[in-house]
């Protein structure tokens, strides 16, 4: 289908971006990678009259420093977050999730910050970005303000971020030496998460010494399990001692129940994807 028609803006800095949105109003939508919001409007479940298009302002694409933690923008494409070596060496998940989403074409025009306030529960990158206590840098009218991760996922499709605000960047502590595994159940190649699992762990002296998880699709937002990461401290990472630990990683969730799996069948995954990506991660 067509879109409905629209006028388009490309403004090459945040503040311009910000007031446009500001003198839109309702009928006004952020473009980032596109690759959420044109089928969205495709299928003419939006009908914005303005479309602000982020992807002029350079300030808002690549990965740095900054001291204990690394800088992403958000107009960063998920192939760069997937193959660069900062993140990487610092927050390893994030690689291993992005690698994971969708195919290349969608990994180059797809970007991290649009992918994080799509907010879609069954995307790869929110759970990741929790588990490794992101936080969020929020552009708006009144200037810039930081979210946590914990803070930034309120509902499905429904971030922090609000109708007049630009998420410019996310802030990543550095875990440097943790390993890190992205375990992701799909029915075909490609396909969106029906469950994933992303855990990242430091190992010494062979046991589990710290550990974080995040669950997708397990719920409208994703799900940190912090019991689960205490209780995987000291714990050997082979099979039968990591499955005890995380026995009860799906307690509370509330995943969906669709065509593509019920309830049980979920939390069911989520333990089993759980074990195998702690295991996977230890031994990375
Ligand atoms: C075929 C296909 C398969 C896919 N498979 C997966 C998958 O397996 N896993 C997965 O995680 N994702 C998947 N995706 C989605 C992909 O990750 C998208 O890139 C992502 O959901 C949206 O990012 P975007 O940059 O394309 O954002 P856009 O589509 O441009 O925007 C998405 C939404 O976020 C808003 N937005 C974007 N950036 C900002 C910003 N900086 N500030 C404020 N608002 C903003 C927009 O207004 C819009 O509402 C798939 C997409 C396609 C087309």
Redesign the pocket.
């Known amino acids: 289908m067509i879109p409905t028609a629209f006028e388009y803006e490309a403004p090459s800095t945040v503040e311009d971006a910000v007031r446009l949105l500001a003198e839109g109003g309702d009928d006004v ?12 409007l495709k299928l003419r479940l939006a009908g914005p009259e303005l479309i602000v298009d ?1 992807g002029r302002i350079d300030g ?1 694409r690549g990965i740095r420093e900054d001291g204990d933690a690394l800088v992403i923008g ?2 960063t494409p ?1 192939h760069e977050v997937a193959t660069s070596g900062l993140v990487r060496e610092h927050a390893a998940l994030l690689a291993e999730a992005a690698g ?4 290349p074409q ?1 990994r180059h ?3 991290f ?3 994080l ?2 907010a ?1 529960p ?4 929110p759970a990741p970005a929790l588990a490794l206590g992101a936080s969020f840098e929020i552009a708006g009218p009144s200037g810039v303000r930081t979210v946590a991760a914990e803070d930034f996922f309120v509902d499905l499709f429904t971030t922090a ?1 609000g109708e007049d ?4 960047a996310v802030r990543v502590p550095k875990r440097t030496g943790w390993t890190a595994a992205y375990e992701k159940f799909v029915r075909v190649a ?4 029906i469950v994933a699992v992303a855990a990242t762990v430091r190992v010494e002296g062979g046991t589990i010494a710290e550990a974080r998880l995040g669950l997708t699709n397990m719920g409208s937002t994703p799900v940190r399990p912090t019991s689960v990461e205490q209780a995987l401290i000291g714990v050997a990472p082979v099979d039968q001692e990591v499955e005890a630990a995380v026995a009860s990683v799906a307690d509370g969730t509330t995943p969906p129940d669709d065509l593509n799996g019920s309830a049980d069948y979920r939390r069911h995954l989520a333990r089993v994807l759980t074990r195998r990506a702690v295991v996977r991660a230890a031994g990375a």
Do not use: C, F, N, Y
């Open positions: 939508k952020v473009l980032a990678g596109g690759q959420s919001l044109i089928p969205v982020l808002l958000a107009m998920h994971t989403v969708a195919d969608v025009r797809g970007t910050g649009g992918a306030v799509h879609d069954a995307g790869d990158m971020v605000e630009i998420l410019t490609q396909q969106w998460s």
